[in-house]
């Protein structure tokens, strides 16, 4: 899907993105989510009996209440452990959109990975296409472009509507 010379390989051409991504400190090779909180110790009085998940979806839709200040500290520890992990899922989800070579691959991609079309992701991908105005070939210019216009597209039409638009011009 990189714009390039038609004898060149996409594959170095991808490569090269992801070099540059990571070495501007954008791009991190995959990183796991880590499969147990860091709790910190005044917290689990607060944390015992209660169910971490339902706490973070009354997080996200706004309907969280903490009645006193224990909950309160959990609360706000709980949005940042939330806020981290979603970034590193944008993160990691924008290192598979790197690597994506045709327009199923990145249908199936924005279908599987949700967190590309956040404001996150957008923001990411803003920072991107400064460092490859700046600093790539104009082909990686054009494909950041391209992705940040295509999402665009799917947040406000949705995923499938945009592919199939696309598809038919």
């Known amino acids: 899907m990189v ?7 996409p594959r170095v051409a991808q490569e090269q993105l992801f070099a540059l991504l ?14 147990v909180l860091p709790v910190p110790h005044e917290l689990l009085p607060v944390l015992m009996g209660r169910d971490v ?22 609360g706000e520890w709980l949005g940042e452990i939330t806020r981290k992990q979603f970034g590193m899922l944008v993160m990691n989800a924008i290192g598979e959109l ?3 070579s045709s327009s199923a691959d990145l249908e199936a991609l ?17 920072a991107f296409q400064a460092i490859a105005d700046e600093e790539a070939p104009p082909e990686y210019q054009r494909q ?22 696309v598809g038919d011009s």
């Open 3 to 9: 714009a390039h010379d038609p004898d060149a390989d």
């Open 22 to 35: 990571t070495m501007a400190g954008l791009v991190r090779h995959q990183q796991p989510l880590p499969a």
């Open 53 to 74: 998940e339902a706490d973070r979806e009354a997080l996200r839709t706004g309907t969280w209440r903490a009645d006193s200040i224990a909950l309160q500290r959990y």
């Open 98 to 100: 790197i690597q994506v």
């Open 110 to 126: 924005l279908e599987r990975r949700p967190e590309l079309l956040s404001d996150e992701a957008d923001d990411l991908l803003r």
């Open 144 to 165: 950041v472009e391209y992705w940040r216009h295509l999402i665009r597209l799917c947040r406000r039409d949705g995923v499938a509507q945009t592919f199939r638009r």
